[in-house]
């Protein structure tokens, strides 16, 4: 399917900034959207991708992530019955989702790059996405966040009287957007269309196939040996134990003075000031949850007698290739969806979509954002910055749309740069279940906010 999309952005692009006199800017923001993939992303991320793939290795080789997995292991069977209980692949999927509620992006792509190189690991025909991939695909464009604090944060420096009334509306929508992603993929991974592996059904028998499966079980067993290490590693001894208790008890502390300043003493921060307990003990979370990861991991670690320098190294070696494998998709992707911009795709669609829209109840205001957030984060943001100024931070478009950029994703960055980690060109229906709950999003979106904010 992205086959036919990305021609047809590139084909319409060229077609729309021809009719338009915009042949100049098409251009010119196919070469600025190459440079950006390849300096403004890639490589930044590399960073980002060694730090955390280092402090995943310590979690796997202290057996953090097998614990994980088994914690809750009931629930992810079920929405992943393809992976094994036991596989690290649960573990890293977890912590992807938790990194994401949190609003932790930095840590969530990382993370969720990680997930597909376990998920890989269990792939027997590389370069097609398997259920499970398409599953956690559809559960990371749905955007599960706890706090949209982008957007909040927009509303709040445009005067909203009260910034966090989205928190609310964003939530529920995020959980319809996930659920009916997660269906949408149920569903169709069981359609014929989906179920056979286009130009692949000859190729059962050819040794270069035998080989990649041989790959498989090869990776498989590796990943099964690494658990078996983690289960067989020293217990804590009784000091290592109150080490630990007395490291979780000083995080508790400062959590607990993050979010009632006034019992303990401490000046109350002004961007915490008249909101809920529950908004400033998910904003304590966020903001305690990566110096905490990084450092109790690699003291559990430490504890269980792992060479944590050694495995951090070791882990983060992988960052660097993973950041260079997704340069072409990302250049691919984000060059289509520039040029497609820049020659007024988005307004022409815009314009044509905007009669059948006004029947149905649909703001025509909003179109514009809905149209550009699965393709580009900046863009969205764009459009979401500009509702604001236009009709006020307390607005009910202006809330409609905090809402929706809350509670969606940029779907075409997710896949291009997750199914790119690990090679995947047939993406099969990971695209149509994302955007369905993208669009799910948007519709109980503007449902719930006119019920609330009407």
Not at 6 to 25: E, I, P, R, T
Not at 29 to 41: Q, R, S
Not at 210 to 216: D, F, G, P
Request: proline fraction near 5%.
């Amino acid at each position: 399917m992205l086959n036919h999309i990305w021609l047809a952005l590139m084909v319409c692009a060229v077609l729309v900034g021809g009719w338009n006199d915009q042949l100049k800017n098409v251009a010119d923001k196919a070469l600025d959207m190459a440079n950006t993939a390849v300096v403004g992303i890639a490589i930044a991320l590399i960073g980002m991708m060694a730090l955390w793939l280092g402090i995943m290795r310590l979690a796997e080789r202290a057996g953090l992530v097998a614990l994980l997995a088994r914690a809750l292991k009931p629930i992810m069977r079920r929405i992943f019955p393809e992976v094994p209980p036991e596989h690290p692949a649960m573990g890293s999927m977890l912590m992807n989702i938790a990194a994401n509620m949190l609003g932790l992006g930095n840590a969530a792509t990382p993370l969720g790059l990680r997930a597909m190189k376990d998920l890989e690991s269990l792939n027997k025909t590389p370069g097609t996405a398997t259920n499970a991939m398409c599953t956690f695909l559809a559960i990371n464009t749905s955007g599960i966040q706890l706090i949209p604090v982008t957007a909040i944060a927009i509303l709040a420096a445009n005067k909203s009287t009260n910034p966090t009334a989205i928190v609310g509306t964003s939530i529920l929508c995020t959980g319809c957007a996930a659920v009916s992603g997660v269906l949408m993929a149920k569903l169709l991974e069981k359609l014929p269309v989906f179920r056979g592996i286009p130009g692949n059904e000859d190729q059962n028998e050819k040794p270069e196939n035998s080989q990649s499966l041989l790959t498989s079980d090869a990776t498989i067993e590796a990943e099964k040996a690494t658990l078996k290490e983690a289960d067989t590693l020293r217990p804590l001894k009784w000091w290592g134990a109150l080490i630990m208790g007395a490291f979780l008890l000083f995080f508790g502390f400062l959590f607990l003075r993050m979010v009632f300043p006034e019992r303990f003493g401490q000046p109350v921060a002004a961007d915490t000031a008249g909101k809920s307990l529950f908004i400033r003990s998910v904003g304590s979370v966020s903001l305690l949850s990566i110096p905490f990861l990084l450092s109790a991991i690699p003291l559990f670690a430490a504890l269980r007698r792992v060479k944590v320098y050694e495995e951090f190294v070791e882990g983060a070696r992988e960052g660097f290739d993973v950041a260079i494998r997704i340069i072409p998709y990302l250049v691919a992707m984000l060059v289509a969806v520039g040029m497609f911009r820049a020659a007024g795709g988005i307004d022409l669609l815009s314009r044509i979509l905007a009669p059948v829209l006004n029947k149905v109840g649909f703001p025509t205001d909003l179109l514009p954002m809905v149209l550009v957030r699965p393709l580009s984060g900046s863009g969205s943001l764009g459009f979401f910055s500009e509702l604001v100024r236009q009709f006020g931070a307390d607005s009910l478009i202006a809330r409609m749309a905090g809402t929706i950029y809350g509670s969606t994703e940029t779907t075409f960055y997710v896949l291009a740069v997750y199914f790119g980690s690990v090679a995947i060109k047939r993406t099969r229906h990971a695209l149509l279940a994302g955007l369905t709950a993208d669009f799910v999003s948007v519709v109980v979106a503007v449902i719930v906010c006119r019920a609330v904010f009407s």
